[in-house]
Structure formats: C-alpha cells, structure tokens
C-alpha cells in the first residue's frame, strides 16, 4: 500500500458523504484511523438523546463499564478479509449480549479523560475471545459451504466427462446386437 500523509483530492466537506469502501477517500481515511495509537478515554453515552428505545440496552443505564473494539484480520481462500469485534461489559462483570455493544456505539457519546482507572475485567476478555472464535467459526462455516459447492462442480464435471464413454459403451452393445436384430413388420 502507497504511503498515506494527506488525503487525496482536498476538499472541505459541508455535510457528511458515504463513501464505498474502496474509494481512495475511504481508503485514506482507515489507513489514518488505523494507524492511530488511541489512549483509553472514558465515554459518557446519552441514551435519551438517541430518539427512540433500544430495549436491550435500556437496563444498563446509569451503569458503568468497558467497551473494546478489536480489528480481526483473517486470511482465508485467498483473500483478506478485516472485521471489528465489538464487546462490552459492566463494572459488576456482565458481559453484554450479542449485538448491544454495537448499538451502545450508536448512541451519542462525549469523552472525557480517563484518569486512573483499572483494568479491564476477566468477563470482558473472555466475552472478546468467544467473540472472535465466533467469528472464525462463521468465516470456516461460510468458506466450507464454498468448499462443499466448488467439490460438487468438481464431481458433476467428472461424471460429465465419464458418461460419454459408458453412452460409447452402451452404444457399441447396441450396435452389436442390431445386427442380430430381426424386425418384422
């Protein structure tokens, strides 16, 4: 990859732009935003200014805990493949089920230093590792089906190529007792 020092085509942007992922915009911008070491920050979600209700994370207001993000990079059949394993967990050591920590990253936030705080807990390590065996679980799944398709073709392409010489076979045993055969009309 090209070393990345400023974006490409500068421009100042009135409103927000959705960018397809291979957009040298795009591009640019995660190669910065994953070369940037972050120092842990304390983030202050606000739930009532998210507009609606998210069931699953209204039980966990006024609690305190952690959240983690972690880039998985996966190389499978060839290609590289990247995803975020997201998990959360409050102070009282509950881990927060599948996708609420994805949706506590949807509501408005603002951060605030860290200060002195402790280490993360053992049931969010433990969530992040289940997180990412889940997800190398579904990426073997996904890639066997491939597998499974590519080896029925394989099979089919063979049985293709050994019919016509059974139908060659069958065909010279045909011919071979066509010419005992006596049709009468």
Avoid at 41 to 46: A, G, H, N, P, V
Wanted: hydrophobic letters at 40%; proline letters at 4%.
């Amino acid at each position: 990859m090209k070393s990345c020092t400023s974006p490409p085509n500068h421009r100042l942007l009135e409103a927000p732009l959705a960018y397809r992922i291979g957009h040298p915009l795009a591009v640019w911008v995660a190669h910065q935003a994953k070369a940037r070491e972050l120092a842990r920050t304390r983030l202050i979600f606000d739930y009532d200014a998210y507009g609606t209700q998210i069931s699953t994370l209204k039980a966990f207001r006024g609690k305190t805990g952690w959240l983690t993000l972690k880039l998985v990079s996966v190389e499978a059949l060839g290609n590289k493949e990247q995803h975020l394993v997201v998990a959360a967990s409050t102070s009282d050591g509950h881990a927060l089920a599948e996708d609420d920590p994805e949706k506590l990253l949807r509501l408005p936030a603002r951060a605030q230093s860290a200060g002195l705080f402790s280490t993360a807990d053992a049931s969010l390590v433990k969530d992040v590792e289940a997180r990412k065996i889940a997800l190398l679980r579904e990426i073997n799944q996904r890639n066997l089906g491939y597998f499974e398709q590519e080896v029925q073709k394989l099979d089919a392409w063979a049985d293709d190529l050994k019919l016509p010489k059974r139908s060659r076979r069958k065909l010279r045993r045909l011919h071979a007792g066509a010419s005992t055969l006596r049709i009468t009309l």
